[in-house]
């Protein structure tokens, strides 16, 4: 089985969201990079399937080369090669249909990717690759289990779980839950080492068209300090006075 | 050239999320002076969508709509889009809506904003506010394609009044099988979801341990609201995945968001950060939820909840 795993490069979780003087663009000043957490838990996923039942893994991204630590850190917790798509990721379509292109003609199995990014938290690049190549599509992925070409997968739903059954070749939209917060890996000496010369091939493709373009960002206002009360009373009285809430 | 709804719904039942999405589709209607289609895969023969903005509505009820499948519903839309010349199509939030959008995108050649807060900031090119960063910040998206697909978040612009009169029109679409087949599902019938809910009621690792978490519930059952928890309880086993809220788990845009003995990590605060009022119940003052709440009690949860169910049970009664 051939899988390819989807990774995104994006701000450490704990990171102070600031962008630059005239508000155009993300300020990557002092910021940690990571891998998707959504992203992990799939590449974490395709390492189960390497070792229980075979497979190959390639991982890929698009962007320039700063990003090219977070795909030697999947290398090292055991991806095979890694492919960076030299350019910038624009909008969600343009990055799906780079994407698609490597998808195509590595003719991948399985492909995964997490439901969203945390940074842009577009939530669309998993559906529109799987459109795009024509391959079967599982949102909100929490468990998927493949045996030959058939598949069976768990999808989150809202207030619960669907179970659902399709074949390859797949895209999945995956998350927490298709392995434990536990069960993620910590690059050690050893795999370190071996990501070194791991192949990082990096491609140019047609530069696609974007749908969309972001013209600047906001912050979100200072809050007002919070309104301290005594006891249980004081505050239904001001949730159904002042907040009018309940 | 008309604006078409994604018009959810659940056992002929249309949401509150819906009516929103009806009637921010028909504010924006009103600005490009042209109509709302609602566009509906069960009978809507029981609603009257008209009420909340409305003008027509496009029944594509079919047996292989019958379940909800993103493939079949983004094919049907794709072709309600193209006979009614759609310009802009609106959808929801909501898990299914979130999983059809990007096909429906693809196959329409549409550009795609997710998360949308408000109205358009302008109609040509269209523009919208939506959020990013996990609600830390909000970004301000031109887009280039001419089909656009928004996304609205739920909660960020509430359901108004029409009396317009929406004529049902059944529109046929043709239909092949998807590769995705639904076997069972695994829903709790009656539960509050969080992706529903006006209130919440979440609960951290304050608590101590899962069986501490009956009176979280009892609060939840008075106030008619779903439970949820922080990250570390549910990495520790003590709640469900599901109820997870966070960076890396469930967004909550409730008008109401208690959070019980929960520090108030950067995480947790990003993913909440949508709802409304947010209170805070905890133990230390100098808690970090405490900066991002509108009302907090320094206090222990095991005296504040009992008390607070009391005297809501008290509130009820006096106000029902």
């Not at chain 1, 969203?116 to 939530?123: A, F, L, R």
């Not at chain 2, 069960?42 to 009257?48: F, K, L």
């Given at each position: 089985m051939k899988i390819l795993v989807c990774i995104s490069h994006v701000p450490d979780t704990t990171s102070k969201i600031n962008f630059n003087a005239d508000q155009?663009?993300?300020?990557?000043?002092?910021v940690q990079y990571v891998i998707n957490p959504n992203d992990e838990f799939g590449l974490t996923r395709a390492l189960w399937f390497k070792e229980k039942q075979g497979a190959t893994i390639h991982v890929v991204n698009v962007g320039g080369p700063e990003t090219e630590p977070t795909l030697r850190k999947a290398l090292a917790i055991g991806a095979d090669e890694a492919i960076r798509i030299n350019q910038p990721a624009t909008d969600g379509y343009s990055v799906a249909q780079a994407l698609a292109i490597v998808v195509q003609e590595g003719q991948y199995d399985l492909v995964i990717a997490g439901r969203?990014?945390?940074?842009?938290?577009?939530?669309m690049v998993p559906g529109m690759v799987a459109k795009i190549c024509g391959y079967a599509f599982v949102n909100t992925c929490i468990g998927l289990d493949i045996d030959g070409a058939s598949v069976t997968a768990v999808r989150e739903i809202d207030g619960g779980k669907e179970n659902l059954k399709t074949t390859l070749p797949l895209v999945i939209g995956g998350q927490k839950g298709l392995v434990e917060e536990s069960d993620l890996r910590i690059p050690n000496m050893r795999g370190i080492m071996q990501a070194r010369t791991k192949p990082l091939h990096v491609k140019q493709t047609e530069h696609p068209k974007a749908m969309s373009q972001t013209l600047r960002y906001e912050k979100p206002a200072p809050k007002q300090a919070v309104t301290l009360v005594e006891n249980a009373e004081q505050l239904i009285n001001l949730l159904h006075h002042e907040a009018k809430v309940i | 050239m008309p604006i078409l709804v994604y018009a959810e719904s659940d056992q002929g039942i249309f949401k509150k999320s819906t009516q929103e999405l009806i009637s921010f589709a028909r504010a924006i209607a009103d600005q490009m002076n042209t109509e709302v289609i609602a566009a509906v895969t069960?009978?809507?023969?029981?609603?009257?969508l008209g009420q909340y903005g409305a003008h027509k509505v496009l029944n594509l009820e079919q047996p292989s709509l019958g379940e909800f499948n993103a493939e079949l519903v983004a094919d049907a839309l794709t072709q309600a889009a193209r006979a009614t010349g759609s310009s802009t199509v609106i959808v929801s939030s909501s898990a299914n809506s979130r999983y059809m959008a990007p096909l429906l995108a693809v196959s329409l050649e549409a550009g795609y904003v997710p998360n949308v807060v408000a109205l358009?900031?302008?109609?040509?090119?269209?523009t919208v506010a939506h959020n990013v960063f996990t609600n830390k910040a909000t970004a301000f998206t031109s887009l280039q394609s001419s089909i656009s697909i928004l996304g609205l978040s739920k909660n960020a612009y509430g359901v108004h009044q029409y009396d317009t009169n929406a004529a049902i029109t059944k529109q046929e679409v043709t239909l092949t099988s998807s590769s995705v087949e639904v076997t069972s599902l695994d829903k709790a019938s009656n539960k509050v979801m969080i992706a529903d809910a006006e209130v919440v009621v979440s609960a951290g690792r304050g608590l101590k341990g899962p069986e501490n978490w009956g009176m979280i519930e009892e609060l939840a059952e008075v106030m008619g609201a779903a439970t949820a928890c922080s990250k570390p309880v549910s990495d520790l086993g003590w709640?469900?995945?599901?109820?997870h809220v966070g960076q890396t788990g469930k967004p909550v845009a409730s008008n109401l968001y208690i959070a019980i003995g929960i520090s108030g990590a950067i995480q947790h605060l990003a993913g909440i950060n949508s709802s409304k009022v947010k209170v805070v119940i905890n133990t230390?003052?100098?808690?970090?939820f405490f900066k991002a709440a509108d009302y907090g009690i320094v206090g222990d949860a095991f005296e504040v909840v009992p008390d607070l169910i009391q005297k809501l049970r008290e509130f009820k009664a006096q106000n029902a």
């Open positions: 155009t663009a993300f300020d990557t000043a002092g969203e990014s945390i940074d842009y938290n577009g939530g | 069960q009978d809507p023969s029981n609603a009257n358009p900031q302008s109609y040509t090119p269209l709640r469900p995945h599901s109820e230390d003052p100098e808690a970090p």
